[in-house]
């Protein structure tokens, strides 16, 4: 299962730009754009009593429309260990060690790099008992490219246009190249919680991805059924 994440940040283009790209690593991003939306999102009772996370990480501005996002963080405090990582255009340093003091992970000052923020929220998630490792963003079999960190697919040099959703299922198989991954799986993560029962949904995008990257959609030799079970993207090495 997919790494659940809030990202709370009020400037609409950087929070489009971080969503896309945390999708692209396999998390499961929620987004909020103030701290009324966040509190909401994370739920009242989760702030008041000790009980299991609603989020795996908490990605935090701190400049919103209606209040301080350092007041979620200690709220959460109180009764939470959930990771927040602090993404502020705020440099001061008393600032800095004061958000630190009050239990946030790490502290990043705006304009960072995507590249350093996954890394520093790898190890906020390790020093939590998760283990993650950067997500596998490219892949190459025959004349097949996949760039997800770039959204580029090609074929025989060619570009091949997806719809976003053809996008997400062929770059949700990338990420587990080689294994198997549940219809479940695929639903929860392509399409969300809601859609467990709509399997249709994973046979229609199947096919279309199939008549796009295939050679012969009938005898697919890239994306393969696994009867019952779910689907596996052919592994590099195969």
Request: glycine letters at 8%.
């Amino acid at each position: 299962m997919s790494l659940r994440l809030l990202l709370v940040e009020d400037d609409r283009e950087l929070r489009a730009t971080l969503r896309e790209a945390l999708l692209v690593e396999g998390y499961q991003v929620l987004t909020a754009a103030s701290l009324a939306e966040a509190i909401a999102m994370y739920g009242q009772t989760q702030l008041e009593e000790a009980s299991t996370p609603a989020f795996d990480l908490i990605l935090l501005d701190l400049g919103l429309p209606d209040g301080d996002g350092g007041d979620l963080l200690v709220k959460l405090r109180r009764k939470q260990s959930t990771p927040v990582i602090i993404i502020s255009a705020r440099e001061a340093e008393g600032q800095k060690i004061h958000l630190l003091d009050e239990g946030a992970d790490d502290y990043l000052v705006k304009p960072f790099s995507i590249g350093e923020l996954l890394a520093r929220m790898r190890v906020a998630l390790r020093h939590r008992g998760n283990q993650v490792r950067a997500a596998v963003t490219r892949y190459e079999q025959g004349d097949l490219v996949i760039d997800l960190a770039n959204h580029r697919v090609s074929r025989k040099g060619d570009a091949v246009h997806l719809t976003p959703t053809e996008f997400n299922l062929l770059a949700r198989l990338v990420r587990s190249a080689g294994q198997v991954v549940t219809h479940r799986q695929l639903l929860v993560d392509v399409w969300g919680q809601e859609y467990l029962e709509h399997t249709h949904y994973l046979r229609l995008y199947m096919g279309q991805l199939r008549a796009k990257l295939e050679d012969n959609p009938a005898e697919p030799q890239l994306l393969l059924t696994e009867p019952g079970v779910g689907y596996r993207l052919l592994d590099t090495e195969s």
